[in-house]
């Protein structure tokens, strides 16, 4: 930081080089307790500069990553019928399958082609924010005849719970915290595996409609992992779209709006979208760890600067999350009264 009364010549000034790639952190030392100081400051240079990063050593079976592909593939190609008959608007928590176009992550310019199927924590009625009668949370909607879908999904559900909650260690760590901060903050989270699947476009392809239009995720952070065929874009400070491939045995992981909130902008949110130029059947699935229905994302204060005041104002984590899926689910809008 420059002080207001100090100028400093033009050839002694320095620049915020735009990143060119997105970098890789192994976070096994992370898992084993071997070198967690090392990797939270590997995760915070990757948050404060870039906003994504790919992580290896994560401990996930390949197998079970291999599996959920598997699975997620089969469902998509059910009739749409079927597909349609666990439609999310037959949720009342947001659950189950949504057809293409029905989300639109930049509504203003962008149509998504993509078709989704939403997997929650699985509450029953006796859960305590069942019977507070909070909005986003209740059981799933699983498709007929599918009990190895359903296995499938909540083993990896599990696994991406567990990696999230120790990610979220290391980053307290890079925040100067201590390392169970988040803990009570995202121990009941508004997590969700997402099975994605894009269609292949052909001819020339326009913003109009994309796989995913520019948009920053929600909550706090994102495990994705990706297909062979590529097509995910990150966007850095010069506006360039920088291309984020697939690396065997990697998770993309990405910074969300909360957790940009929690730290004033210090951990970027960085834009993101999809466009598949494979000629193939793309499929993503990424896991969103929200925290929360009642955390309150409020400035740290230890990302504020003296005198400063916070550059966002405090939201509950649930209702900003709905607020989200409000303003990009064309079934929620549909569901609102004129």
Known sequence: MVDAAVTIADNLLGRVVPFREIPVVDVAGLLDGTDTVEVANALRHAAETVGFLYVAG??????????MFAESRAFFDRPLDEKMAVHIKNSPVHR??????????????????????????????????????????????????????RTTAERYFAAMRDLASSLMRAIALALDLRPDWFADKTDR?????????????????ESQTMGCGAHTDYGCLTILAQDPNGGLQVRNTAGEWIAAPPIPGAFVVNIGDQLARWTNGRFQATPHRV????????YSIPFFFDPNWDA???????????????????????????????ATFKYRQDATPA
């Open 58 to 67: 994560h401990g996930v079976p390949d197998d079970l990553v291999a599996a």
């Open 96 to 149: 189950g399958y949504f057809p293409l176009f029905e989300e639109n992550t930049d509504p203003a310019l962008t149509a998504d082609l993509k078709e989704g199927f939403d997997i929650g924590r699985d509450l029953g009625p006796d859960a305590p924010e069942v019977q507070r009668g909070l909005p986003l949370h209740g059981p799933n909607q699983w498709p007929e005849n599918a009990i190895g879908f």
């Open 189 to 205: 989270p508004l997590a969700q595996v997402r099975l994605l699947h894009y269609p292949p476009q052909t001819g020339h392809v």
């Open 275 to 282: 466009i598949n130029a494979s000629g193939r059947e793309r």
């Open 296 to 326: 309150e994302i409020a400035c740290l204060p230890n990302c504020l600067e003296p005198g400063a005041t916070p550059r966002f104002p405090p939201v509950l984590a649930g209702p900003y999350l709905q607020s989200r899926f409000d």
